[in-house]
C-alpha cells in the first residue's frame, strides 16, 4: 500500500492527522505532490514532517514561489509566499538552510510504471489547474491525456475525484470512495490536506492498495489552525475562515 498526499500548505494540524492515520494503516510509503507551504503558519513544521516521511515529494507552484518569486498569484496568496519565505529565512539558521536544499531540489514529476506523479498536470507540471468541469474542453482533455501513459496522480486544484479517459469526473461520493485502476487512462486528484475545496473541511489524501485507489477523508482541529492564522497580519484571516467550509 502507498499514501499519496498533497497541498498541505503549512497546516500543521491537518498533515499530524493524516501521518497519523496513515501510519495507523500500517502504510510507509508516502508520496507528496506538492506545495507543502503557502498559506498557512507552520511551513517549517510541515516541510520537516514531508521530509522525514514521505519517500517522494514533487515540487508545487507555492514551493517554488518561496524558492524565487510568486507568478501569477493573488494579493492575498501573495503575502502568504512572502510571509513563508522570511519564516523559511529566520529563526532557525541550520534548520532553514537544510529546508531550502529539501525544496531545490524537487523534481517536477515522477514516473513509475504504471504511475506518473506531478503537482498540476502532466502537461504543466507546476502549474496547469485541472477542474472537474475541464471534462467539457475536450482540447484540453486529449493534450493532458495524450502525454500520460496509464495513470496520473495530481493535485494542486484542492478537489479529489477521477478524471476519465471518456470525458467524464467523478466525484468519491459518486464513486463510493474507491475506483479501481483497469487498463484505460486516468487522472487522479487527490484532494488537498490542509485546505479542502470541495465543501468538506476534513483533509483529504489517497491510498493505493493494488490497483485499487481509495479516497480517505481525516478530520482535524481546524479551530488550531484559524487561531494561529488571525494574528498574522500577512495572512488574511480568509484562509483561516474557508478552513470551517472545505471552500
Same mark, same amino acid.
Request: glycine share 8%.
Given at each position: 500500500?502507498?499514501?499519496?498526499?498533497?497541498?498541505?500548505?503549512?497546516?500543521? @494540524? %491537518? /498533515? @499530524?492527522?493524516?501521518?497519523? @492515520?496513515?501510519?495507523?494503516?500500517?502504510?510507509?510509503?508516502?508520496?507528496? /505532490?506538492?506545495?507543502?507551504?503557502?498559506?498557512?503558519?507552520?511551513?517549517?513544521?510541515?516541510?520537516? $514532517?514531508?521530509? @522525514?516521511?514521505?519517500?517522494?515529494?514533487?515540487?508545487?507552484?507555492?514551493?517554488? %514561489?518561496?524558492?524565487?518569486?510568486?507568478?501569477?498569484?493573488?494579493?492575498? %496568496?501573495?503575502?502568504?509566499?512572502?510571509?513563508? #519565505?522570511?519564516? /523559511?529565512?529566520?529563526?532557525?539558521?541550520?534548520? +532553514?538552510? =537544510?529546508?531550502?536544499?529539501?525544496? !531545490?531540489?524537487?523534481?517536477?514529476?515522477?514516473?513509475?510504471?504504471?504511475? /506518473?506523479?506531478?503537482? !498540476?498536470? %502532466?502537461?504543466?507540471?507546476?502549474?496547469?489547474? &485541472?477542474?472537474?468541469?475541464?471534462?467539457?474542453?475536450?482540447?484540453?482533455?486529449?493534450?493532458?491525456?495524450?502525454? &500520460?501513459? +496509464?495513470?496520473?496522480?495530481?493535485?494542486?486544484?484542492?478537489?479529489?475525484?477521477?478524471?476519465?479517459?471518456?470525458?467524464?469526473?467523478?466525484?468519491?461520493?459518486?464513486?463510493?470512495?474507491?475506483?479501481?485502476?483497469?487498463?484505460?487512462?486516468?487522472?487522479?486528484?487527490? !484532494?488537498? &490536506? !490542509?485546505?479542502? =475545496?470541495?465543501?468538506?473541511?476534513?483533509?483529504?489524501?489517497?491510498?493505493?492498495?493494488?490497483?485499487?485507489?481509495?479516497?480517505? #477523508?481525516?478530520?482535524?482541529?481546524?479551530?488550531?489552525?484559524?487561531?494561529?492564522?488571525?494574528?498574522?497580519?500577512? $495572512?488574511?484571516?480568509?484562509?483561516?475562515?474557508?478552513?470551517?467550509?472545505?471552500?
Amino acid at each position: 500500500m502507498r499514501a499519496i498526499i498533497s497541498d498541505i500548505h503549512g497546516n500543521l @494540524e %491537518a /498533515l @499530524e492527522a493524516v501521518l497519523s @492515520e496513515i501510519k495507523s494503516k500500517g502504510i510507509t510509503e508516502i508520496y507528496c /505532490l506538492g506545495d507543502i507551504i503557502g498559506y498557512g503558519p507552520n511551513p517549517r513544521e510541515c516541510i520537516d $514532517l514531508v521530509m @522525514e516521511n514521505c519517500q517522494v515529494t514533487i515540487l508545487g507552484n507555492h514551493d517554488q %514561489a518561496a524558492l524565487f518569486d510568486p507568478d501569477g498569484f493573488n494579493a492575498g %496568496a501573495e503575502r502568504a509566499i512572502f510571509w513563508t #519565505r522570511t519564516m /523559511l529565512e529566520q529563526g532557525d539558521p541550520n534548520g +532553514n538552510e =537544510r529546508r531550502w536544499e529539501f525544496l !531545490g531540489e524537487l523534481p517536477r514529476m515522477k514516473r513509475e510504471e504504471p504511475f /506518473l506523479f506531478v503537482h !498540476g498536470s %502532466a502537461r504543466n507540471p507546476l502549474n496547469e489547474y &485541472v477542474f472537474p468541469e475541464d471534462v467539457y474542453n475536450q482540447r484540453k482533455m486529449e493534450r493532458i491525456f495524450g502525454l &500520460v501513459d +496509464n495513470f496520473c496522480f495530481q493535485g494542486h486544484t484542492h478537489i479529489p475525484g477521477v478524471f476519465t479517459e471518456d470525458y467524464n469526473f467523478y466525484s468519491p461520493d459518486e464513486i463510493g470512495h474507491q475506483y479501481q485502476l483497469e487498463t484505460t487512462k486516468v487522472l487522479v486528484n487527490v !484532494g488537498s &490536506v !490542509g485546505q479542502p =475545496r470541495d465543501g468538506n473541511p476534513k483533509a483529504s489524501y489517497v491510498v493505493i492498495e493494488d490497483r485499487t485507489v481509495h479516497f480517505c #477523508r481525516t478530520g482535524y482541529d481546524f479551530e488550531k489552525t484559524i487561531a494561529k492564522i488571525y494574528p498574522i497580519p500577512d $495572512l488574511d484571516n480568509f484562509l483561516g475562515d474557508r478552513l470551517r467550509d472545505g471552500r
